[in-house]
């Protein structure tokens, strides 16, 4: 979430077409859904009133249709197509399915509307044989007069199931008029590699709270330097919501999401980018929880609870490593947009999750997007400690990452929210002994926060302990109850990623690093478990 939120309501503007600020902040998400369908439907009785009678005076709101719902109800008319070949493919983003091993998702954009979309899939880059037909889902979101036009985006996606495990594939991506396989575009040919069918060590890389920036894209690049398995990204991903509570202005950017995806299709067109949501990936445009837009934009696994309503909240096994996606949007104290939209289902798959990966693998990682523990700018969220943090003491879990907070901050090793053994730079933790290590890792590319005053980064090089830090949670009154926390170990105000090595049998243990986008490492510590 962005940190610009101290401006009086009387002193936010509102946009032509969205939600008054001081309105917002008592809507849901289905509310203001609601609310913006409302208010679209009315503008474009105008627009046809005003046509017929030949005033045409309100330009800029459309209509729209497309899988995920969009604002308003009215069909739009029909759209003229490019020719094929001069709708060029970009965005390309993979996923994994319910089993890394075998299934792959393909994910991709075009700038028009195609026909008959599909991927080529081979063992080489020259042998691209089977040819599997690909779906569409596309968006509509209506203008704002003087401030944003009407937008199409139009989302291709391809399942590729019986894949083999431990295996090499090459695959592009086309259409009627565009096919991957001819000399010209022989040049957009990507490749992936399934999980292995058993543990073999492995590296994965996580941040939260990227959107578009230089800064983002050093990121991608030196975390691509790692030859990540897979990427976790902990919400607040485009930031095509710029404000993530409408709090300043419902301004909303679309558009963001073609950069951010063009952006980061450097690493994503090869490395599975698993997303979660956080607070400016709920988009009121789209549908009444706000999941519309992620909906059309992702392909995840399917085994979470809902995934229709709850696309952000999945799990899959890679090696010796149970991962497990969390909407914190459900639970939050601080912005309770969304707060209770799953009825406490999302909780009750968590609880049944974790009791399942703890007798399959050696680790547990979970992440999700509000901090549970931080001292920075949004402090902790009272509604994660209420609702998860009891989970994953019980349970063991082994890493908890999030983002929300743009900074890089560890804890030591907590259990029922008190310092179960100092973590030091360096130190091996024992989860079924210490306790739980949370990490905010929400250094991916936006501006930074900063902690506390007085309080100064501590991390590697440069490790400046202290007792104790003052702090503070939210409550459910959405008030700031002030902490005095000691367990805030490891602090870096800067652009960071997390770097996770994971080694099975007979070591067991993951080597937890946090790198600068320079590549300079400012944190590490082990996690083994029955030291």
């Given at each position: 979430m962005t940190a610009s939120s101290r401006v009086s309501p009387a002193e936010r503007p509102v946009p032509d077409v969205g939600i008054p600020s001081a309105l917002a902040d008592s809507l849901s998400?289905?509310?203001?859904?609601?609310?913006l369908r409302t208010r679209l439907s009315?503008?474009?009785?105008?627009v046809a009133a005003s046509a017929f009678a030949g005033g045409g005076l309100l330009a800029g709101c459309g209509g729209?249709?497309?899988r995920a719902p969009s604002a308003g109800a009215t069909p739009r008319p029909a759209t003229g197509r490019v020719p094929g070949s001069a709708a060029v493919p970009f965005g390309r983003h993979l996923a994994f399915g319910a089993d890394p091993r075998t299934r792959m998702r393909i994910s991709w954009q075009v700038p028009s509307a195609v026909r008959k979309p599909f991927v080529r899939v081979g063992p080489t880059p020259w042998s691209l044989s089977r040819r599997i037909e690909a779906e569409v889902r596309d968006l509509h979101t209506p203008g704002v007069a003087g401030r944003r036009p009407a937008l199409d985006q139009y989302y291709l996606h391809a399942a590729l199931d019986g894949l083999r495990p431990g295996t090499t594939y090459y695959y592009g991506v086309g259409h009627e008029g565009y096919d991957p396989a001819d000399r010209e575009h022989r040049a957009g040919i990507a490749g992936f590699r399934t999980a292995p069918a058993r543990p073999e060590r492995f590296v994965f890389t996580a941040f939260g709270d990227q959107g578009v920036t230089p800064d983002a894209l050093a990121n991608d690049r030196a975390l691509l330097g790692r030859g990540p398995a897979f990427h976790l990204h902990a919400g607040d991903i485009a930031y095509a919501d710029g404000v993530g509570h409408g709090r300043e202005s419902d301004l909303y950017d679309p558009a963001a999401w073609?950069?951010?995806?063009?952006q980061t299709e450097t690493v994503a067109r090869s490395v599975p980018w698993m997303v979660t949501t956080g607070n400016h990936d709920m988009e009121a445009w789209y549908s009444p929880d706000g999941y519309g837009g992620q909906s059309a934009r992702w392909s995840l696994p399917d085994n979470g609870f809902d995934p229709r309503r709850a696309p952000g909240v999945y799990s899959f096994v890679y090696g010796n490593v149970g991962v497990v996606a969390l909407d914190a949007n459900d639970v939050s104290y601080e912005i309770p947009a969304n707060k209770g939209y799953t009825q406490g289902r999302q909780t009750a798959w968590l609880e049944r999750r974790l009791r399942e990966l703890r007798g399959q693998v050696d680790f547990v990682v979970v992440f999700?997007?509000?901090?549970?523990?931080?001292?920075?700018t949004h402090a902790s969220d009272g509604g994660v400690r209420d609702a998860w943090v009891p989970l994953f003491d019980r349970y063991r879990v082994d890493l908890v990452i999030n983002?929300?907070?743009h900074v890089y901050e560890r804890t030591d090793a907590l259990r029922g929210g008190a310092v179960g053994r100092r973590v030091p730079v360096g130190a091996t933790t024992d989860p079924t002994r210490d306790g739980v290590v949370y990490v905010t890792a929400g250094g991916a590319g936006k501006s930074l926060y900063r902690f506390p005053a007085g309080v100064r980064d501590s991390h590697e090089g440069k490790v400046r302990d202290r007792e104790s830090v003052e702090t503070f949670h939210w409550t459910a009154s959405r008030k700031r109850r002030p902490d005095?926390?000691?367990w805030s170990r490891v602090r870096y105000t800067g652009y960071s990623f997390l770097s996770v090595e994971a080694e099975p049998a007979p070591a067991s243990r993951l080597t937890v690093s946090a790198l600068t986008q320079s590549g300079e490492r400012i944190d590490h510590f082990v996690v083994r478990r029955g030291t």
């Open positions: 998400m289905a509310e203001q859904y609601e609310y009315r503008r474009r009785a105008l729209g249709g497309g073609d950069l951010f995806l063009g999700f997007h509000h901090c549970a523990y931080s001292t920075a983002g929300h907070n005095t926390v000691e």
